[in-house]
């Protein structure tokens, strides 16, 4: 318990540092979420407490920017994010049996997170990157030209 009330002081200090740094008004929440989700993995209610009282803003504002964009999230994350880019010019390239060898591999629907909270499966739309798809970006790491047979691969960087 003891521990928890010091995790809590400490996620308070590391948010008030983020705001302190990025700023505190309307215009700074969609980077201060981002900062947030970035070093927690998610943006929790006490955050958004938080939040609320150092930039002003009502609760209920910051909660819908925060489940509106797919970069934020408001649910504990796993140690890696996949992005699977689901739109046209990738799909049309053999997205569709990349992105199934991705789910039976990992075992997870989109937006899921798995039971060890080592992965959690995103959907994006174009990553800007179209000539190479179909495109995975695990973390910051980006892979192109990806078949189905090098998913379990790619995968396996991560252990
Ligand atoms: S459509 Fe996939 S990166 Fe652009």
Same mark, same amino acid.
């Given at each position: 318990?003891?521990?928890?009330?010091?995790?809590?002081?400490?996620?308070?200090? $590391?948010?008030?540092?983020?705001?302190?740094?990025?700023?505190?008004?309307?215009? $700074?929440?969609?980077?201060?979420?981002?900062?947030?989700?970035?070093?927690?993995?998610?943006?929790?209610?006490?955050?958004?407490?938080?939040?609320?009282?150092?930039?002003?803003?009502?609760?209920?504002?910051? %909660?819908?920017?925060?489940?509106?964009?797919?970069?934020?999230?408001?649910?504990?994350?796993?140690?890696?994010?996949?992005?699977?880019?689901?739109?046209?010019?990738?799909?049309?390239?053999?997205?569709?049996?990349?992105?199934?060898? %991705?789910? +039976?591999?990992?075992?997870?629907?989109?937006?899921?997170?798995?039971? +060890?909270?080592?992965?959690?499966?995103?959907?994006?739309?174009?990553?800007?990157?179209?000539? /190479?798809?179909? &495109? /995975?970006?695990?973390?910051?790491?980006?892979?192109?030209? &990806?078949?189905? $047979?090098?998913?379990?691969? /790619?995968?396996?960087?991560?252990?």
């Amino acid at each position: 318990m003891v521990s928890d009330q010091i995790k809590e002081t400490e996620q308070l200090e $590391d948010i008030r540092e983020i705001v302190e740094k990025i700023g505190s008004t309307r215009a $700074d929440l969609i980077p201060v979420l981002q900062e947030i989700t970035n070093k927690f993995g998610y943006i929790s209610q006490l955050a958004i407490k938080e939040l609320s009282d150092l930039m002003s803003l009502p609760t209920k504002e910051i %909660l819908s920017v925060a489940t509106f964009y797919r970069m934020l999230s408001t649910q504990p994350r796993g140690e890696h994010i996949i992005q699977f880019c689901e739109s046209a010019p990738c799909h049309v390239v053999g997205g569709r049996e990349v992105f199934s060898a %991705l789910q +039976d591999a990992l075992g997870l629907e989109p937006g899921q997170t798995s039971a +060890d909270n080592k992965w959690t499966l995103l959907t994006t739309s174009c990553l800007g990157v179209c000539g /190479i798809g179909p &495109v /995975i970006l695990v973390d910051t790491d980006m892979y192109g030209n &990806v078949t189905s $047979d090098q998913v379990k691969n /790619i995968l396996s960087r991560y252990d």
